[in-house]
């Protein structure tokens, strides 16, 4: 079974900053792109920022320039480095990777992890 496991959510202040972790595991033998996602009460999930495998990013108008994708790749880890935080970032934040993987029966080339994380909270006040 492949399990991402997302950390280092917390509570800070409005300017504030968090690092976020993004481990995986599993039957994985390749990964292309890796998304970070939030989810806020009573909206939609929305992409954050995303890495390739060759390193490109792209980033959300709303955080570019205050969050940083990185990835880690001989660990399989991704971290969100999010600075000057807002309370309009506050929300469950997600990985995602897509690339080739087995689960169960079956194996996947460039999909998206069928699963989810648990996500971590992340609570910015003003």
């Known amino acids: 079974q492949v399990q991402l496991v997302e950390s280092g959510g917390g509570s800070v202040q409005a300017g504030g900053s968090l690092k976020l972790s993004c481990a995986a595991s599993g039957r994985i033998f390749r990964i292309n792109t890796v998304g970070w996602f939030r989810q806020a009460p009573g909206k939609q999930r929305e992409l954050v920022a995303t890495?390739?495998?060759?390193?490109?990013?792209t980033y959300a108008d709303s955080v570019k320039g205050r969050f940083t994708i990185s990835k880690e790749n001989a660990k399989n880890t991704w971290y969100l480095q999010m600075n000057s935080l807002k309370p309009e970032d506050t929300a469950v934040y997600y990985c995602n990777p897509d690339g080739n993987y087995c689960e169960g029966y079956g194996c996947y080339v460039k999909v998206p992890f069928r699963s989810w994380g648990q996500g971590t909270q992340v609570t910015v006040s003003s």
């Open positions: 890495v390739e495998s060759g390193g490109s990013t």
